[in-house]
């Protein structure tokens, strides 16, 4: 009956990131790879959100205070002015709001530059609403921007870019000159863009996120979409949004409503309180996560990754391997001996060339010998990156999408502490990480 | 009450507290002083609330137009919508698909409720609020620290709740990883169904009138629509026509049942000469099932219940009507596993993951003893 699924969802697979969570929790493993803190989000704002289902606040209801916080916050952070009347549409997540607004802005064939590395579910939300995405890649090790590369990637049919920023996976922030590069980019060619900025409030060392609306004309042109998840701690509650120019944010909200009528109530009312948090709040939740982010550096590059780019936001590291990890052929056949491995390794991620089975075979190794989970770069990686012609400068482009692993570092001290003793039990006398073939272990 | 527990700095006048809860101002609002009496809006619902008394068995306004486009709100003095000056210095770039999506009737009709002081039959939703134990139990989760994301799919025990629940009203057993998908509200369960299992140019049959968003989520997915309209006074499924309007080429038809707005049951006649002629045609049938606890003469007859249709249906529902507690977005689809897959990649791409605290809820609703449902 797979011709009864439609075309699109038959295209896709499922999440890498969930699928290693789930074995994560089979073999008891320390989970670094979904991005969802494992410590409690502030009592005042979970207070809150008991008060209002207490309160009665439990029927379908839009909280149009989230937008005037929303608005006040905008100005009071960034010196956007946003119409909380008309501007912003409340959606489940910031997921909703950027399925919405691929909704609202793409037809069946327009084209959407992205940056690669990305996180995966961008391309879901084009696809499902008819675009055609089209990567730009950003160049290792920094991530930067070439702007002859992102110009080149424009066409006649390109409707919108889309911005994620501080960046998932690599913790880019982009900086003012890269904005403008966008900008020029969107303006000339009378493009949208849609940001994704759901990690605003986690930059470090001082950098200071940048929201694109604020460039010379972007302010109509772009939607930025963000939730209360990653700066509350509240992932599960599912509260974000969108905001756009009146016509595009009217048009959001309109899908939105058919999409899924409205957010959870109570956690609209909770979000009141969170929105309405002090400088104080923002500026320890940076603080905790700067602390965390250099333990986890120190941790990771001690026993032998190469992290070459620092995270300047978001809570995660995207290291390289170890010089030393072994190649693909010899992980293979290491990993294939074990039956069982063999199964979970099909059944894990998407089906692939061998350039996959090296990180996923580390990743692998990491879990069943050190008890702690990642994700494998490869996810975030797109095979039509628009990049350089010569063939081998291609390969070199396939080369450095094996080679890095995504870490979360949004664990509290003592998940993390449990990390890198498990990591540092690996380690050999030269102090290097070294995983011997993996053991034929039960379940 | 609301004094002692609220973290806000101003609470609303008790006499506003009930029954007309959306007329309230926002106590939590942070400029209390500064901003008049803010009402919270109500968002666009189903139109129909069935538990209130008979009388919303009848077609309403509401049934005529859901089924139409409806004025921009710009035309509409209540709306506040205020024109930005640079809308005119750049061209209007929203999807052609927006054409068939304006502000919903209800929210237009909520807004002039609230300015005129009206009381609001219009929405579909209680005025009264849900039991004391599942909002505990959502309590009891938020407090436990279950606030972050829940498994795509599903809350493992939501889903066994659900199958639990399924098995006990229709005697159908289902796998609850493989063949149960949560969603926020069943709105999205239905939205994700058409998106993940229907594709452009196919032949949808719906049954008029019909809710709004099965139209909007049809034209996103670019179905082709075929409408069939009930026959009043009862509300008959005109047998023959729908005989006519099947064929191989139909890929799907939608019914809901008991059926919003009007309150009708599809009997089992009806669903019977359904069922046949999808067999007979491989045609997947999307039941709509909100309102199945909601039944005040007849039976609910669950479609995939029915010989040789567990195969072929999408079976939504949710908690809201149920339990009287809208807000929460708890939603669901069942369906045999080769179309939960397609509903699952929608829904992924649609919302990711459904309100963790309110499925540890949902469960817990969900396993109330059947004295609950009299």
Not at chain 1, 14 to 40: K, T, Y
Not at chain 1, 337 to 361: G, N, R, S, W, Y
Not at chain 2, 308 to 332: A, C, D, H, P, Q
């Amino acid at each position: 009956m797979e011709k009864k699924l439609s075309r699109v969802a038959n295209t896709f697979t499922p999440s890498p990131i969930q699928e290693l969570s789930h074995l994560a929790q089979r073999c008891n493993a320390i989970n670094l790879a979904e991005g969802f803190p494992d410590f409690p989000a502030a009592p005042a704002i979970k207070s809150a959100a008991v008060s209002a289902i207490n309160s009665d606040f439990n029927q379908y209801r839009h909280v149009q205070g989230i937008c005037e916080l929303l608005a006040r916050n905008a100005k009071e952070m960034y010196g956007l002015e946003v119409d909380p009347d008309t501007d912003i549409a409340i959606c489940c997540g910031q997921t909703e709001a950027f399925a919405a607004a691929m909704f609202a802005i793409i037809d069946p064939g327009d084209e959407v530059v992205l940056f690669d590395p990305c996180y995966e579910t961008y391309e879901g939300c084009i696809r499902l609403a008819g675009g055609i995405p089209v990567y730009v890649a950003l160049e290792p090790p920094h991530w930067t921007l070439d702007a002859e590369k992102f110009m080149s990637s424009f066409t006649g049919r390109t409707k919108a870019v889309i911005l994620n920023s501080p960046q998932n996976p690599t913790g880019k922030v982009f900086t003012w000159n890269e904005l403008e590069i966008i900008a020029e980019a969107c303006r000339s060619r009378d493009c949208l863009a849609v940001t994704d900025e759901v990690y605003e409030h986690i930059t470090y060392d001082n950098v200071k996120h940048v929201t694109l609306s604020l460039l010379p004309g972007m302010q109509q042109r772009t939607i930025i979409t963000s939730s209360v998840s990653k700066t509350f701690g509240v992932t599960g509650w599912r509260i974000g949004w969108a905001i756009a120019n009146p016509i595009v944010a009217s048009a959001i909200r309109n899908i939105h409503v058919k999409l899924t009528d409205s957010a959870p109530a109570p956690f609209q009312e909770a979000a009141l309180t969170a929105l309405s948090s002090g400088p104080d709040y923002f500026e320890s939740l940076r603080r905790d996560y700067e602390s965390k982010r250099d333990y986890s550096i120190q941790l990771l590059t001690g026993i032998g990754f190469q992290i070459r780019f620092k995270p300047q936001g978001s809570f995660f590291l995207f290291a390289e391997l170890p010089e030393s990890s072994p190649l693909s052929d010899v992980g293979a056949s290491l990993a294939l001996t074990d039956p069982k491995t063999k199964v979970a390794f099909l059944t894990l991620i998407i089906p692939c060339l061998l350039v996959l089975m090296v990180q996923v075979e580390y990743v692998k190794h990491l879990i069943e010998q050190a008890g702690v989970v990642a994700v494998p770069g490869r996810g975030f990686f797109h095979f039509n990156s628009v990049s350089s012609e010569s063939e081998e400068s291609l390969s070199a482009c396939h080369d450095y999408q094996k080679r890095y692993i995504r870490f979360a570092f949004c664990k509290s001290s003592a998940t993390l502490e449990a990390a890198a003793q498990g990591l540092s039990e690996l380690v050999d006398t030269k102090g290097c990480l070294n995983l011997p073939p993996p053991c034929k272990t039960d379940t | 009450m609301l004094e002692s527990q609220c973290t806000w700095t101003h609470s609303p006048p008790p006499t506003m507290s009930r029954p007309l809860s959306f007329l309230l101002n926002n106590p939590s609002s942070p400029f209390p002083r500064t901003f008049p009496l803010r009402q919270l809006f109500i968002n666009s619902t189903r139109s129909l609330t069935p538990a209130a008394a008979p009388i919303f068995r009848r077609p309403s306004l509401m049934a005529a137009l859901s089924t139409v486009s409806v004025p921009h709100p710009d035309k509409d003095a209540t709306a506040a919508v205020t024109p930005n000056s640079s809308q005119t210095q750049h061209p209007l770039q929203v999807a052609k698909r927006l054409e068939k999506f304006k502000t919903t009737i209800f929210t237009q009709m909520s807004m002039l409720a609230i300015k005129h002081g009206a009381i609001n039959l219009g929405q579909g939703f209680p005025n009264f609020d849900g039991p004391d134990f599942v909002k505990e139990a959502a309590i009891q989760a938020i407090k436990d620290g279950k606030n972050q994301y829940a498994r795509g799919f599903g809350v493992p025990d939501c889903n066994a709740a659900i199958a639990e629940r399924f098995k006990k009203d229709t005697g159908l057993v289902v796998d609850p990883d493989k063949e149960i998908t949560v969603t926020s509200g069943c709105t999205e369960a239905i939205a994700a169904t058409m998106l993940g299992l229907i594709n452009p140019g196919d032949e949808v049959i719906v049954f008029a009138p019909f809710y709004d968003s099965y139209e909007a989520t049809l034209s996103m997915a670019g179905a082709q629509v075929k409408s069939i309209t009930l026959r009043p006074p009862d509300f008959a499924v005109p047998l023959d026509e729908f005989k006519s309007a099947i064929s191989k080429n139909t890929r799907a038809v939608l019914i809901n049942t008991p059926h919003n707005p009007t309150g009708k049951m599809f009997t089992r006649e009806e669903l019977d000469t359904i069922a046949s002629l999808c067999i007979e045609n491989d045609v997947l049938v999307f039941s709509d099932e909100v309102y199945d606890k909601l039944a005040f003469e007849a039976d609910h007859i669950s479609m995939a219940s029915l010989p040789g249709m567990y195969e072929r249906t999408v079976t939504l529902n949710s908690l809201g009507k149920t339990f009287s507690l809208t807000g929460w977005k708890i939603g669901w689809a069942i369906a045999p596993p080769h179309l939960t897959w397609g509903v699952r990649q929608a829904h992924s791409y649609l919302t990711f993951a459904t309100s963790t605290p309110m499925q540890s809820a949902a469960a817990v609703a969900l396993r109330a003893p059947d004295s609950y449902y009299e």
